[in-house]
């Protein structure tokens, strides 16, 4: 089985600096299947990134996806106050999916 | 635009079946696309349980398998889920979700319904 390791578990920025989170995965995930997600307090999550780099429908474009081998990372370029929340991967293979187990991007 | 909403008991005895429905709204189940369910322990990760599509085909959660039973009911545009054998550790916000764009994310969720397992 596949499992995602995401890193830092907290992240502690201002607004308006970069955030860089990362996903590392334990095998090959192929970039059509690894996607970001937001999650805020009380809120379902809402999808970010599929394919590793597209941005989902009305997503701003201060959120890009990336890949390097097996690992892949999330970037916000410019912290908005409504960026902190907890953010989780999730690849998909074999009709099965997991989740990474979340970094929280909290307020400095 | 499409639209779930979860419903079903907020709470379960230990050792009994949790059951959970998903009614979907703004798109006909029957028309395609994989329908899931993940849940969430308070304060922790999210977890997948299941995906099912129109025609009945199911995948599981290996973990979760053995207690798992997801099922559709596409007159009622409607999806269910079932663990049994419920303990504390199963405890829990549940989603429903859409599995879209080539059924390899969730692209639309359900606010998620919070099931507690106590007696």
């Known amino acids: 089985d596949i499992v995602l390791t995401q890193s830092p578990g907290t992240l502690s920025l201002s607004p308006g600096e970069r955030a860089t989170l990362s996903c590392r995965a334990s095998q090959s995930v192929s970039s059509s299947y690894l996607a970001w997600y937001q999650q805020k307090p009380g809120q379902a999550p809402r999808l970010l990134i599929y394919?590793?780099?597209s941005r989902a429908t009305g997503i701003p474009d201060r959120f890009s996806g990336s890949q390097s081998g097996t690992d892949f990372t999330l970037t916000i370029s410019r912290l908005e106050p409504e960026d902190f929340a907890v953010y989780y991967c999730q690849q998909y293979g074999s009709s099965l999916y997991t989740f990474g187990q979340g970094t929280k991007l909290e307020i400095k | 635009q499409v639209q779930l909403q979860e419903s079903g008991p907020g709470l379960v005895k230990p050792s009994e079946t949790l059951s959970l429905t998903c009614t979907v709204s703004g798109y006909s189940i029957s028309s395609g696309y994989y329908w899931g369910w993940i849940r969430q322990p308070p304060g922790k990760g999210l977890e997948w349980i299941g995906s099912?599509?129109?025609?009945?085909?199911?995948y599981y959660n290996p973990s979760l398998k053995s207690r798992v039973t997801i099922s559709v009911d596409t007159s009622k545009n409607q999806f269910s889920l079932k663990l049994s054998s419920v303990t504390a550790a199963d405890t829990a916000v549940f989603y429903c979700?859409?599995?879209?764009?080539?059924?390899?994310?969730?692209?639309?969720w359900g606010q998620g319904t919070l099931v507690t397992v106590s007696s």
């Open positions: 394919g590793a780099s």
């Open positions: 099912i599509y129109q025609s009945g085909s199911t």
């Open positions: 979700a859409r599995s879209g764009l080539g059924a390899t994310v969730y692209d639309y």
